[in-house]
């Protein structure tokens, strides 16, 4: 079956540190990829996706993430978090010709000032 | 309305009784999905509909789950019987329709349920 790994569930960091997020899935075919994120007290809300093309992928407030096909991975990085990135991070595939999304467990980034 | 509304946004309910959570779209959005996220799990699918195709019951853990959706709009997801291990916070989700695969889902606040 098709699944989704963070490998992170808590992450602590200070502000201006840089983020990195893992994210892997087990399926073999195209998929597409999303960053959700979800900041306290509100809606989950899309951060990023991949569907095809150039595997670096640039979503709101400097995330990023990078498909790497050869390691089912698509990691998501920021290069200096804030306080108000502190929220908790959920990696999505739709393995292809499928119509639901399958999601990680999702990880918790808590940013001290 | 603006976005996915979700009714109740709590419910308190005791073990062996039935609930009805409520999932209002996104006004046009024919693709509406349910997901459940329990405590330190990820969101875990359970039904998704698409305009008037047969919904994709999937993910429905067990025959006391249930969902309809009249007239292509309102959603409600039924569980019979509740179960402590019911208690979790639902989740619905609409999109435009056009393109499953591709689309962004527009999540609801959820229905935190807690099953005593």
């Known amino acids: 079956a098709q699944s989704v790994s963070q490998h992170n569930h808590h992450v602590i960091l200070s502000e201006a540190a840089s983020l990195e997020l893992g994210c892997n899935y087990s399926y073999g075919g195209t998929v597409n990829l999303f960053w959700y994120v979800q900041y306290p007290g509100q809606h989950l809300q899309l951060l990023l996706k991949y569907f095809s093309g150039d595997p670096l992928v640039k979503g709101i407030k400097g995330f990023e993430a990078e498909f790497i096909k050869s390691k089912f991975s698509f990691n998501l990085r920021k290069p200096s978090v804030q306080w108000s990135d502190t929220a908790e991070y959920f990696c999505?595939?739709?393995?292809?010709?499928?119509?639901?999304?399958?999601f990680g467990a999702g990880t918790r980034l808590a940013v001290h000032p | 309305g603006a976005g996915v509304s979700q009714s109740p946004s709590n419910k308190v309910t005791e073990k062996g009784k039935d609930v009805e959570l409520r999932c209002d779209p996104i006004s046009g959005h024919t693709a509406l999905y349910w997901y459940r996220q329990s405590l330190g799990q990820g969101l875990e699918f359970l039904i998704y509909f698409q305009g008037n195709s047969a919904p994709d019951k999937s993910g429905l853990p067990s025959d006391r789950f249930s969902a309809e959706r009249t007239g292509g709009s309102v959603s409600t997801l039924t569980i019979q019987r509740t179960q402590q291990e019911d208690s979790a916070v639902y989740l619905c989700?609409?999109?435009?329709?056009?393109?499953?695969?591709?689309?962004?889902?527009?999540f609801g606040s959820g229905t935190q349920l807690s099953v005593l």
């Open positions: 989700a609409s999109s435009p329709g056009t393109d499953s695969y591709n689309e962004k889902l527009f």
């Open positions: 999505a595939v739709n393995p292809g010709g499928y119509n639901k999304l399958i």
